[in-house]
């Protein structure tokens, strides 16, 4: 078991970046799977990208302007050209699968238009 803890969110105009961390109590070196999911209000949460045992996929609607990487024992999810429709909290998972597993408490992304 892991605690997550994410950061950086906040309020951006759209067209903005943000850099989310998601800070784990120990080495995620042999996590399998650490993936960013959001959920925006009335709507399910839903998977963002995800790094599993070394390769990355993304949400069809991130594709090109999303970035996840990792280090020691942080993720961090870098997103460029933010658009209103990615407002919504997001959320850091870790597990032996994308989903499974622990999450955090999650941290609020709002873009204006």
């Known amino acids: 078991q892991v605690q997550l803890v994410e950061s950086g969110g906040g309020l951006v105009q759209a067209g903005g970046s943000l850099r989310l961390s998601c800070a784990a109590s120990?080495?995620?070196?042999?996590?399998?799977?650490m993936g960013w999911f959001r959920q925006a209000p009335g709507k399910q949460r839903e998977l963002v990208a995800a790094?599993?045992?070394?390769v990355t996929n993304y949400a069809d609607s991130v594709k090109g302007r999303f970035t996840i990487s990792r280090g020691k024992n942080t993720v961090y999810l870098q997103m460029n050209s933010l658009k209103p429709e990615d407002t919504a909290v997001y959320y850091c998972?870790?597990?032996?699968?994308?989903?499974?597993?622990?999450w955090g408490q999650g941290t609020q992304v709002t873009v204006s238009s």
């Open positions: 790094i599993t045992a070394g």
């Open positions: 120990r080495t995620i070196f042999n996590i399998n799977a």
């Open positions: 998972n870790a597990g032996l699968r994308v989903g499974l597993g622990d």
